[in-house]
């Protein structure tokens, strides 16, 4: 057995014979390059970052970053993530559904994918697989469905987040013109307050003290 990915290292990973040599019943060149890629990287990868389940129908991303950022860039020419999950769902291939409740807090963010033709100890299943010509082809549809609602959703919390803003720009310029009122409010009720008021306030000052100068 070829000796697995060490984490960290820069030497490529070994290519597995089910990749480079031909199969049992064809020969390699009638299986999409991807997924001969994708199933000799399943086969060399540590099972910390990878590995097939037990029953050998699905495989097991553990460490996406970390996938992504060592073990990609050794079969393909990229080391992204999404454009890997994007390949395996033209062929076809689903994420598996966890149930979130009973795994492990390091379970939740493993990615399972499962292919019917895509099976440990079975490369000459892959010639078998088809490339769909189209994302409404494949079995990824209900996920596109399940995106486009929650866009929607989305939508609509913004849309009600924009009417509580305007109401509340409305509330505080509310707040900001009451003091004003309140103080045109009272020179109209008492009379004292306004600048009349304040103009006699200034000229009984300046005569008291010329009221309480004492006669000579």
């Not at 390699?28 to 990868?45: G, H």
């Not at 020419?77 to 890997?84: G, L």
């Amino acid at each position: 057995a070829a000796p697995a990915l060490q984490r960290g290292s820069s030497r490529p990973l070994p290519r597995r014979t089910a990749m480079s040599r031909r199969s049992k019943t064809g020969s390699s060149e009638d299986q999409p390059l991807f997924l001969r890629k994708t199933f000799a990287l399943v086969n060399a990868c540590p099972d910390e970052l990878c590995c097939w389940s037990l029953t050998g129908d699905t495989f097991i991303v553990k460490e996406p970053e970390t996938f992504a950022a060592e073990v990609i860039p050794q079969f393909f020419k990229h080391s992204n993530f999404s454009s890997f999950v994007r390949q395996l769902n033209f062929y076809g291939f689903r994420k598996v559904k966890s149930d979130h409740i009973l795994n492990t807090k390091n379970e939740n963010k493993w990615w399972e994918f499962r292919h019917e033709k895509f099976r440990r100890g079975r490369p000459e299943l892959l010639s078998e697989i088809k490339r769909a010509t189209h994302i409404g082809a494949g079995p990824e549809q209900h996920e596109v469905d399940e995106l486009k609602t929650e866009v929607s959703s989305l939508k609509e919390r913004l849309d009600r987040m924009h009417d509580n803003i305007t109401e509340l720009t409305s509330l505080v310029s509310g707040l900001q013109l009451a003091p004003r009122d309140a103080y045109d409010g009272g020179d109209a009720a008492g009379g004292a307050a306004g600048p009349d008021a304040c103009k006699k306030r200034k000229v009984a000052g300046a005569e008291a003290p010329a009221a309480a100068a004492p006669v000579a």
